[in-house]
């Protein structure tokens, strides 16, 4: 039965989680510099017009389709592209799996795709002005057709053998954070690759050099919060007491991660802020709530927010004081790893109470019953030893299929393209002049 309460709050989820991929666009300018802006809107533009077409053609089904094996849908399954209106038999139609309720196909295709975009975006800022943007477009057609489909199915489809064996992923800590890390860090091996041949011909990439614009960046970071509430809450599938809950879960994290940044690096490291720490700092917490955003009181939420704030802190220096790739927006610093961390909390905080009210109650544990339990801080027992166990694993299988399938891609790229570097920022080496001592002719 098709409810339209459900189907308007999903449709209004998917436009706020699209208005990220502009703003991830955005944020990369106002970090940047003016002199990228315009190949980051243009490249944000091309992103969602790909997404679309290969996520409509392909990628949809593949992800959500009936999935008997486990590892992945039927292409042909619920053909939203000639019956848009299609509903029947569909498990986000029958309030199965993930507590949805009566929506149409076209919808929850809106959202996923939404979701999807803003996940290629994510991608995308390891790019910068060293990619030809050809090449990048041919990835994200393959992204949006394959790699990000496929661990979806395993995790998001009730019948994937990750959600099966009892994993979750409320918002997607593990299939939007951790997955696109791992796919930049795969083209950032690539490039790495290719600046190391480079080289040896007597040639390196340009420096680039960035000149901040904090307005543009507090503009994109605020937009990147409103359309959280969209990633969220949407998440939820339906419009209930427990979609206003999740809202509240995302802002208490977002400010409790944002005050502990801050924090740390104006007490600890005796640092001055600006208004990109608070940026960063929030989507600490707006990161690291993600997969548990559902399952978890505000006050937990508040606790989970600290951990963000303090994780990201010592993840972003680590990762600065490595030299081997250029990361300046902190796709793997950020992403990545507050992604993980955000996943792995799942087995430890997990609230049955909160999770039954977002009716999102997809895990299948060796009990038998049909619910995610208690986490370890909440004397979960077994179950939530088991929910530790398999949150990881789950984890590191989307990790490791994300980099090797983008991997593999990129590199099939580079090969029919000879490289994916442009060949605009390659230069010579400068030779440096050759000393002379005082016994040598100077004539």
Request: proline fraction near 3%; aromatic fraction near 14%; glycine fraction near 10%.
């Amino acid at each position: 039965m098709i409810d339209l309460l459900n189907n308007l709050w999903i449709l209004i989820a998917a436009f706020l989680v699209f208005i990220m991929t502009i703003s991830v666009g955005l944020l990369e300018a106002g970090e940047l510099g003016e002199g990228f802006s315009d190949r980051l809107i243009l490249k944000s533009m091309m992103i969602a017009g790909v997404s679309g077409i290969f996520f409509l053609l392909i990628g949809f089904n593949l992800a959500f389709g009936n999935n008997p094996n486990g590892f992945i849908g039927n292409p042909f399954y619920a053909n939203i592209l000639s019956n848009p209106s299609i509903d029947a038999g569909t498990w986000w139609s029958t309030n199965q799996g993930f507590g949805a309720e009566g929506l149409y196909g076209s919808v929850y295709f809106m959202l996923e795709w939404a979701f999807l975009s803003v996940t290629l975006a994510l991608v995308s800022v390891v790019v910068l002005d060293r990619v030809k943007l050809t090449a990048f477009v041919i990835f994200s057609a393959v992204y949006s057709a394959f790699i990000y489909p496929i661990p979806a199915s395993w995790v998001w489809n009730p019948s994937g053998f990750l959600a099966k064996s009892g994993m979750v992923d409320f918002g997607g800590g593990a299939i939007v954070h951790m997955a696109a890390a791992c796919a930049g860090l795969a083209i950032l091996a690539e490039i790495y690759l290719e600046t190391k041949d480079q080289k040896k011909k007597g040639y390196q990439i340009k420096k680039n050099t960035y000149k901040s614009d904090y307005k543009i960046i507090g503009i994109a970071g605020l937009l990147l919060w409103f359309g959280w509430y969209g990633f969220n809450s949407g998440s939820v599938l339906q419009f209930n007491a427990g979609t206003i809950v999740v809202a509240v879960t995302t802002t208490m994290s977002a400010v409790s991660a944002m005050m502990t940044y801050i924090f740390i690096k104006k007490v600890k490291a005796l640092e001055s802020v600006n208004t990109l720490d608070a940026v960063n700092g929030s989507l600490a917490g707006l990161i690291i709530i993600t997969p548990i955003a559902g399952f978890v009181s505000p006050a937990v939420a508040i606790i989970i927010g600290i951990i963000g704030g303090v994780v990201f802190y010592y993840s972003q220096s680590w990762f600065a004081k490595k030299n081997y790739f250029e990361d300046p927006i902190g796709l793997v610093s950020a992403h990545g790893v507050l992604g993980f961390t955000g996943i792995i909390l799942i087995g430890f905080f997990a609230q049955k109470g909160f999770s039954n009210l977002t009716g999102f109650e997809p895990s299948y544990l060796p009990n038998g019953e049909y619910y995610l339990p208690n986490g370890l801080f909440f004397n979960g027992g077994f179950a939530a030893v088991h929910l530790v166990l398999i949150e990881l694993l789950g984890a590191v299988l989307v990790g490791v299929f994300a980099f090797v399938a983008s991997f593999v891609t990129i590199k099939i790229i580079a090969y029919s393209m000879n490289g994916i570097l442009r060949e605009e920022v390659i230069e010579p080496i400068a030779k440096k002049d050759k000393k002379v001592s005082y016994t040598e002719s100077v004539a």
